[in-house]
């Protein structure tokens, strides 16, 4: 393979990474100085904390004190990377990239797990429904997907909570490991924390696959009425090959592409599931931030996030030439 | 006495059309190619010389339906076969190779796979040995065996339809059908490329059904030439006879639409008006509202086939009178 | 196909909206979704005259199953579940679609705009929208609502509005790229047509069915989305929503109790709403693709 003529493309999606990291920490600086001018002040009343020393307090906290706004966005990058994202207020004094990164892989885990298994579900469907176009198999597929791309994650998520777990009682109803007194060896460890990921990655999966479907099955229906694709029908390649080798490969390419861009609805989808499976991650961390007023670990915890789906857009950007042979060697 | 190879016996292909019309592209079509032979089938765009060929090999489109007709290869009917054995006849004894407008090779395999994918499909094996049958083809088309680990995107356009001749020729079929083999390359490819196959097809031996609108550059390699109008051929006869003495009317206009490749230029006379519907059964003669000669009978009776020699054709009321050219 | 053929004097409504209907939003699967939004619409119009108690009467016994006194039974503070649900259409219906039509308009103008000026412009304005798709979006709107101290409909609507529309953005780009290659653009440019006219005059009426399609779509996601930040308690803390229905069936383990009549109901509704609006808009584009084939 020929991995030096692709320089330039990496170049340029490593440019793209770099700006679109910049953007998201400057998002994450002005969100509060945008949205309530003073956040000390907005953050001070919403907890009906307003005492002028509590306004102060949580004006140093933020960095505004007495400063410029360039001087206070100088000051937030320099902290930032040094990796000082503030203290939190609920779990003083730890500090918000303690607690950011100890929920991160939760959240990364679930995602991760859940993206895989339904872009191989979803494009599986996707490939067999457009290898059927117009017969039943197709049109339950499409309807069924049309359904499930319809329910709202979360309340998908209260369902199978509901069934699996209060009614059925297979499966535990929330928390990410097994509770036990004493610590547990590595194997029960490891299946517990299988069994407390089944739901929500099932709930994220069912709720994602159905777009999949869609994008495939609408790809591979264009690559099925190229040339090409009759033109190996003459020649007589037997259709398991026809459609996998030729149809689903060159279909494969596109919703790849689709794949990454829709990786941060995915995320919002888990931020949501999260909390309805109490599954100790960033969305359930962000979730009670809120209800909490627990500001600094809002902002660090969505900037966390942002930067991770840079870096995973990043490396499939870096994985797309494996491919794609026309991006290889071109 | 050369033996038939293909012998095509009252053809016709109808496409439905809006509000129940039935479109008649190929009207009871009968002719022979021989083995060895270069058949050329030229004609304007939509006078059905796509379908005969499409037909032929049973690749229509699912809206077009073979109205009636026999297709026999050597003694073995394509019509009466069903999907799997004409799927094992195709290929191993005829080829299609499609319209180079076209894309038809797939861009995510390499070009080697493709021909291999065509050679396993149909013998017992490896797709080792396979490959080094793909390099053989390859080169056979004047086109370098390292091509084979190539993608299609690295290849120019005659060199793509280069590549599709010789996945065409990987079971070495009785008979090739080329489907405006060269059309949307430039003019100087297209010589390279039908002078290639004239080559290889004296070399070993196989039938070629070949379909273009470019009348001179077919006569360049066909043995014999059929003109198609309106669905029907109007004339059939061996390529020196059409350069010297084309009979019908529609042949005289059909080469004098092309400016010669090499000579003095001149400005191509087009032909006036436009192809009849061919949803509508006409009374007389197909080109009678075209035709420059055309006289009252023209409108009136159809011309009945003549054979003016050993498997000539020419359908023409006037047919036995002199050249008025 | 005949565009302004005379009707006979008189046809009534009911046979003109049919018409409209066969044209625009054609086939079973979009009557389907006419007829799912149409009850929903109702339901939030009528709402206040056809609930049978009023939805914020805390009086009745609470965790009450279906009776015949309450169809879906009571919530744990005793209020009625079936005149919540049918206030709830309201929220939804109204937020999902002012934020859908905030999101074309953005969505539109960038679109359009990228599209036909092309260029820098359109660098600039595509590199925005690619990085936006890049953030997690729901993330954004959390942290967005979070931050802003007032809170409302008015504020749901601009989050989700403000952040909803770069898909749209990137249909109607490709669109108008192509519609730009077609011969009138040009015709029009030769005879001196200022830009802003060509954009909005000539281009966008070509684009219309893909906009209003890309729109319902929109509006789906954005029923959804409502839904989701209701239900982690961002939103109206007022107005009652199917999300912060099920938010609060959530947190007073509602799931625990086995009250189903209380979280089944509102997530079907937004399930079926949104099921709804995705049938007009697949079928609005299957309309448009047929016409364009012929």
């Known amino acids: 393979m020929r991995f030096w003529t692709l320089g330039p493309y990496f170049f340029k999606k490593l440019m793209f990474a770099i700006i679109t990291v910049w953007l998201a920490i400057t998002a994450d600086f002005a969100l509060p100085r945008l949205m309530g001018g003073n956040p000390a002040l907005a953050l001070a009343s919403k907890t009906a904390l307003g005492s002028p020393a509590v306004v102060k307090a949580l004006e140093r906290a933020f960095g505004l004190y007495h400063t410029s706004v360039l001087q206070q966005y100088g000051d937030f990058i320099v902290q930032m990377l040094h990796g000082n994202l503030g203290i939190s207020y609920e779990y003083y004094p730890e500090s918000v990239t303690q607690v950011v990164f100890s929920a991160l892989p939760y959240t990364v885990g679930l995602v991760l797990s859940a993206t895989v298994l339904s872009f191989l579900l979803g494009t599986l469907l996707g490939v067999v429904a457009a290898w059927h176009q117009g017969r039943r198999v197709d049109d339950w597929s499409v309807g069924v997907a049309f359904i499930f791309f319809a329910i709202p994650y979360f309340w998908l998520a209260m369902l199978l909570v509901y069934v699996f777990a209060f009614l059925l009682g297979w499966l535990p109803m929330g928390q990410a490991l097994p509770v036990s007194v004493v610590p547990l060896p590595p194997l029960a460890l490891g299946l517990g924390i299988i069994r407390h990921a089944v739901l929500p990655v099932a709930s994220l999966v069912l709720a994602t696959a159905a777009s999949y479907l869609l994008i495939m099955r609408d790809n591979m229906l264009s690559v099925l009425a190229e040339d090409y694709m009759m033109l190996a029908r003459a020649k007589g390649v037997p259709n398991r090959r026809l459609m996998f080798r030729y149809a689903a490969r060159a279909a494969l390419l596109p919703s790849f592409t689709q794949l990454m861009l829709s990786l941060g609805s995915v995320v919002g989808g888990a931020l949501v599931t999260e909390v309805v499976f109490s599954y100790p991650g960033l969305g359930n961390l962000i979730y009670n931030a809120i209800l909490n007023h627990d500001y600094p670990v809002i902002q660090g915890a969505f900037l966390i996030l942002a930067l991770s789906v840079i870096s995973a857009n990043f490396v499939a950007d870096l994985l797309y030439p494996l491919l794609d042979p026309r991006v290889m060697l071109n | ?325 | 196909m005949a565009v302004s053929r005379r009707e006979p004097k008189g046809l009534n409504l009911v046979g003109q909206c049919w018409q409209w209907k066969l044209r625009y939003v054609p086939g079973s699967k979009g009557t389907m979704g006419l007829a799912i939004v149409g009850f929903f619409a109702l339901m939030a119009l009528l709402a206040t005259w056809i609930v049978p108690y009023s939805p914020h009467q805390a009086n009745f016994t609470a965790w009450q199953p279906p009776t015949w006194g309450h169809w879906l039974g009571t919530d744990d503070y005793g209020q009625d579940v079936l005149s919540q649900l049918i206030v709830g259409a309201q929220a939804s219906l109204v937020v999902g679609v002012l934020a859908g039509l905030l999101s074309g308009l953005i969505g539109v103008t960038v679109g359009i705009t990228a599209g036909y000026k092309g260029g820098a412009t359109d660098e600039i304005l595509m590199r925005l929208v690619d990085f936006l798709l890049v953030i997690p979006t729901l993330a954004l709107m959390i942290v967005v609502s979070a931050f802003i101290p007032s809170s409302g409909q008015t504020t749901e609507i601009m989050v989700i509005g403000g952040l909803s529309w770069l898909w749209m953005a990137r249909v109607v780009r490709s669109q108008v790229m192509s519609e730009r290659r077609r011969g009138y653009v040009d015709a029009a440019r030769v005879l001196g047509v200022s830009d802003r006219e060509i954009m909005f005059r000539e281009i966008l009426p070509n684009v219309v069915p893909v906009i209003v399609a890309n729109m319902t779509l929109i509006i789906t996601v954005s029923i959804l989305v409502q839904a989701s930040l209701n239900f982690l308690g961002i939103g109206s803390p007022t107005a009652i929503s199917w999300g912060s229905m099920l938010s609060l069936a959530f947190a007073d383990n509602a799931i625990d109790q086995g009250a189903w009549w209380w979280t089944i109901p509102p997530g079907l509704c937004l399930t079926l709403l949104a099921y709804g609006f995705s049938l007009i808009g697949h079928a609005i584009l299957q309309g448009y693709a047929q016409s364009r084939e012929q």
């Open chain 2, 1 to 325: 006495m050369p033996t038939p190879c293909l012998r095509v016996v009252g053809l016709s292909v109808d496409y439905p059309g809006s509000a129940g019309k039935v479109y008649h592209a190929v009207q009871n079509v009968s002719f022979t190619v021989h083995h060895g032979e270069i058949f050329g089938i030229a004609g304007e765009s939509g006078c059905g010389k796509s379908s005969l060929a499409h037909a032929i090999v049973r690749l229509l489109k699912p809206s077009a339906t073979v109205a009636s007709g026999h297709v026999y290869l050597d003694d073995l009917d394509l019509m009466t076969l069903n999907e799997a054995m004409m799927r094992s006849v195709r290929w191993e004894k005829v080829a299609i190779v499609p319209q180079s407008a076209m894309n038809n090779l797939s861009p995510v395999l390499r070009i080697g796979a493709q021909i291999v994918d065509a050679i396993v499909a149909h013998e017992s094996t490896s797709r080792n040995r396979a490959l080094d049958r793909a390099r053989e083809l390859l080169r056979r088309v004047g086109l370098a065996p390292e091509l084979v680990a190539s993608y299609p995107h690295q290849l120019s356009g005659g060199m793509r339809q280069r590549a599709v001749i010789a996945m065409a020729l990987a079971l070495n079929p009785q008979l090739l059908v080329m489907d405006e083999p060269t059309t949307a390359l430039d003019v100087v490819v297209q010589a390279g490329i039908m002078h290639q196959i004239k080559q290889v097809q004296r070399e070993f031996g196989f039938s070629v059904l070949v379909i273009t609108h470019d009348l001179p550059l077919l006569m360049q390699v066909a043995d014999r030439v059929g003109i198609m109008y309106a669905g029907s051929f109007v004339e059939i006869v061996p390529s020196p006879v059409m350069l010297e003495h084309p009979r019908h009317p529609y042949s005289r206009a059909l080469m004098q639409a092309f400016p010669p490749l090499l000579g003095p230029s001149r400005r191509a006379p087009s032909i006036e008006g436009t192809p009849p519907d061919l949803s509508i059964a006409l009374k007389g003669c197909s080109f009678a509202a075209r035709c420059p000669e055309a006289v009252a009978m023209c409108g009136v009776k159809a011309p009945v086939a003549m054979s003016p020699g050993q498997d000539q054709l020419v359908v023409c009321h006037r047919w036995e009178e002199p050249s008025r050219v």
